[in-house]
């Protein structure tokens, strides 16, 4: 399917799938969302994690089995770019934006839920990340060699019809779980690889396609590095963490990491979220002293760690979204959630709507074409992004909460 194009940008969807390595028989099958200008000039891509279980379709199954006889998946169905269509703040700097879903799995061939603690999105949307960087917008990333029969051999020819990327630099994005998967994906190749072995979750991903017999790529080790993604920033809209026994180890080995990058990153709360600020294991961030949460984790005291947070005024944990969700709106509701009472919290597709989609947007505007951030730490401390956030309504609609001192962010600092 050629992609969509109108004006000057595309949207295409992208069928795979991923197998973590190549001594392990464990599979993901993913569907990648992208809009990508169409110059083919990209100067980055933000890569998104949407907070959304996948499956949560009662005839997901049914359908799955239907689908491979027919040739279709139900994860076609799957569409997070309609939740997060921040697509208005790529455009003035050239960038791409994408998103992956899957049907996450933690023992062969059975799909589960996304989980905030689960390294494994983490490490899909770093290959998927990676897929872009040197594929582009394209299914078709190998060719049929006819002197073998047996399976299809990697084809390292670029259509220029599909790569659109100009850099490999990604800003990796989430909210709510995502917030947690793109705090693993900003780790980058290295770490993903260190960690996931401590965990037993080997990662050096061999990316198929979804014919019955697949062509399949080399493992990601053996990609030029400049083909890889290269994180050089991390987004983080309320971010949810969650530890269960084995299958869900959390994320704090990975902010530990983090705690120690010259990264630009932003941690983004709401007032009344009790999703990030109450359930989630630990809380994204809490205004009690000692507390442990994952900001404290990316941000130690009197560290230069390079993360910053800031708090939404009446912000929800379901405001950043693009469109309504009823799954979404479970973690706002009354019944749910005690916080803020009386308050009118924000709502899908209004002012934290809009707030985000400009965050996004000057956190953008950081990068000078085809290159990374520019500078130490001090030079992101009193960034453009930092002074234009640093502010009681940044946008001059929707408020944020001050810290001590009357800031409006706060860092280790």
Not at 93 to 112: D, L, R, Y
Not at 229 to 251: E, F, R
Not at 298 to 306: G, Q, T
Not at 336 to 345: E, L, V, W
């Amino acid at each position: 399917m050629d992609p969509i194009c109108i004006n000057n940008y595309c949207f295409d969807r992208i069928h795979l799938w991923i197998q973590y390595d190549k001594q392990i028989p464990q599979f993901i099958e993913v569907v990648i969302e992208v809009f990508f200008p169409k110059n083919l000039q990209a100067n980055g891509l933000v890569m998104f994690n949407h907070g959304f279980l996948v499956g949560n379709d009662l005839l997901f199954y049914p359908k799955k089995i239907i689908g491979a006889f027919l040739g279709d998946n139900p994860l076609f169905a799957i569409n997070p770019s309609s939740f997060y269509n921040y697509s208005d703040a790529i455009v003035e700097k050239n960038w791409a934006m994408a998103f992956v879903s899957a049907a996450h799995s933690q023992t062969i061939g059975i799909p589960g839920i996304d989980i905030g603690g689960n390294p494994r999105v983490g490490q899909e949307t770093y290959a998927a990340a990676s897929y872009l960087v040197k594929y582009g917008a394209t299914d078709f990333f190998y060719k049929e060699e006819s002197q073998n029969q047996n399976r299809a051999l990697f084809d390292s020819r670029v259509s220029d019809k599909s790569k659109f990327m100009i850099s490999n630099n990604v800003i990796f994005a989430g909210h709510s779980v995502g917030g947690a998967h793109a705090q693993a994906a900003a780790c980058g190749f290295e770490t993903l690889q260190k960690l996931g072995k401590e965990s037993y979750r080997l990662f050096d991903p061999v990316i198929f396609d979804r014919e019955f017999i697949p062509a399949y790529s080399d493992p990601l080790s053996e990609w030029d590095p400049s083909d890889r993604a290269n994180p050089v920033g991390l987004i983080q809209l309320s971010p949810v963490d969650q530890k269960i026994p084995i299958i869900s180890p959390g994320m704090q080995a990975y902010r530990e990491v983090l705690s120690t990058t010259p990264l630009p990153m932003v941690m983004i709360v709401g007032e009344c979220d009790c999703a990030c600020l109450d359930d989630s294991t630990p809380p994204a961030w809490s205004d009690k002293a000692g507390v442990d949460t994952q900001f404290a984790q990316l941000a130690p005291p009197k560290s230069e760690s390079w993360a910053v947070v800031a708090q939404i005024e009446k912000g929800s944990h379901c405001g950043y979204l693009t469109e309504i969700s009823d799954l979404c709106s479970l973690a706002d509701s009354n019944s749910q959630c005690t916080r803020c009472p009386g308050i009118t919290k924000y709502k899908p597709d209004g002012d934290q709507t809009a707030l985000t989609s400009e965050i996004v947007k000057q956190f953008i505007a950081l990068y000078p074409d085809n290159e990374g951030f520019k500078g130490n730490y001090n030079d992101w401390i009193n960034s453009s992004f930092m002074t234009w956030l640093n502010k009681e309504s940044p946008d001059g609609v929707v408020k944020l909460v001050p810290f001590s001192l009357g800031k409006f962010v706060d860092y280790s600092g």
